[in-house]
Nanobody, 122 residues
Framework: QVQLVESGGGLVQAGGSLRLSCAAS????????VGWFRQAPGKEREFVAA??????STSYADSVKGRFTISRDNAAVYLQMNSLKPEDTAVYYC?????????????????WGQGTQVTVSS
């Protein structure tokens, strides 16, 4: 089992920035990929970004490229969100996979955090 705890969400004005964190505990040796997903009200959950647990190439949804940056260190995985827009408002989830190939495929992730709310006001 892997436990994930997200933090860093909140309310920000359009154009502002937030940094989300995701701390993992438990059987972290089984993690190969870490991803961020989000779910806006009335919409399906969607992929935001992903990075290998041990570092390497990153992947982003087109809607956040150039604005969001995923990174990691020994303590956690982060999502730096800049130039936020009202359409970025959602609950953001951290998830981990025991596979290196799933990237944006939601069903490929094995463990999920509880989510953190991000609200961007116009």
């Amino acid at each position: 089992q892997v436990q994930l705890v997200e933090s860093g969400g909140g309310l920000v004005q359009a154009g502002g920035s937030l940094r989300l964190s995701c701390a993992a505990s438990g059987r972290t040796f089984s993690i190969y990929l870490v991803g961020w997903f989000r779910q806006a009200p009335g919409k399906e959950r969607e992929f935001v970004a992903a990075v290998p647990w041990r570092g390497g190439s990153t992947s982003y949804a087109d809607s956040v490229k150039g604005r969001f940056t995923i990174s990691r260190d020994n303590a956690a995985v982060y999502l730096q969100m800049n130039s936020l827009k009202p359409e970025d408002t959602a609950v953001y989830y951290c998830a981990v996979s025991r596979s290196l190939t799933v990237w944006g495929l939601e069903s490929g992730y094995d463990y999920w955090g509880q989510g953190t709310q991000v609200t961007v006001s116009s």
